[in-house]
């Protein structure tokens, strides 16, 4: 769903919620992938299933999904102080205080990333390949957090397997 906005076109209907897919390619500014009305940047989750294995590739993952994450929705500016009031918001009395009339202003709910990492190399190791290890340190510089949710193996080919990781990334907290 596209940051309070309502849904995306194509959206489908899911749980209390919508769903709709875009393809984004990290390698390019997330400003210069705005389609329409559809900003990528407005995503409240982002699914990233086996897309980074290369060292190469981490940093440009790393940067879109920290993007996105970070990326507040519009929200209309406040009026200046000095703004007179519009016939849709009653002037409050000078006597009022603002304090006990204001309600606390609702933090949107934080965006998640969810990542299947295939683990094709082994800390330390000196391959081409990155470790789940870089990954998530790439993360924390990035101003992210990094979960480990769990572990599955999953068959490749007869014979041969692969650990999936699968990491929630949130933004870190101010």
Known sequence: QSGGAGPWHGAQPLGKGSVASMPVDFCKPLSQQVRGPHDPRSAEVVLAIDIVWLRELVAPLVATMADILTHAPHQPAPPPPDA???ASQPATSAT????SQQQPQQRP????GLLAFGERAREGSATSFVALGELCAAFEAAGCVPTLLGRVVVEREPGESMSVAVLQVTAAQP
């Open 109 to 112: 709910a934080p965006k998640v």
């Open 96 to 99: 009022t205080e603002p304090s």
């Open 84 to 86: 007179q009031p519009s």
